[in-house]
């Protein structure tokens, strides 16, 4: 039987068999938090452990915030910033998205301040839906969720063959 300090240093078999300890977190799911009248977002408990204790929120594409881990957003700026010095659309892109990206830290209930410039951008009302995209989350706005979701449902279906070429369900 592994002492205590052995078990938390050695990992589960799962992942190290599937070599997944390197990978960063995968957010999964739709959640209906609501934001408060100070513009606070209680995070989901499942998003805020793997968001880490510390995140970054940002432009997102569509009016949408996007919620990522603090590694994992330095590792997209970082890759934006190789190709923007000769790439004027890079350039341009990395303005935007680190000019309104701000770092937060969850409270003791898990609320996140979602500044006033990034709810305008989004056009959030209280009424918020979190989804996991990956190795990000994003805020939307439950009606602008709503129309985009039905907007891109046949899409869904129609383009499967060609987003996933290689993977069989």
């Known amino acids: 039987m592994l002492s205590a300090d052995e ?9 190290s068999e599937a070599g997944f300890e390197d990978l960063p977190p995968l957010l999964l799911g739709t959640y209906t938090p609501k934001v408060d009248d100070k513009g606070r977002l209680a995070l989901p408990a499942k998003l805020r452990t793997q968001l880490g ?6 432009r997102g594409q569509e009016r949408c915030i996007y919620l990522l881990p603090q590694r994992e957003f330095r590792r997209v700026a970082v890759q934006i910033q190789r190709t923007s010095m000769g790439n004027k659309a890079a350039r341009e892109y990395l303005r935007v998205f680190l000019s309104g990206a701000v770092e937060q830290k969850p409270d003791k209930q898990g609320r996140v301040l ?34 985009y979701l039905e907007s891109k ?8 063959d060609d987003v996933l070429p290689g993977v069989d369900f």
């Open 7 to 15: 078990a938390e240093q050695k990992p589960t078999e799962t992942q």
């Open 53 to 58: 204790p510390g995140l970054v929120m940002a």
């Open 114 to 147: 979602v500044p006033q410039m990034l709810r305008d951008y989004a056009h959030l009302s209280d009424d918020v839906v979190v989804i996991g995209v990956g190795t990000r989350a994003e805020i939307w706005d439950t009606a602008a969720w709503e129309s």
């Open 153 to 160: 449902e046949q899409g869904y279906s129609d383009i499967a």
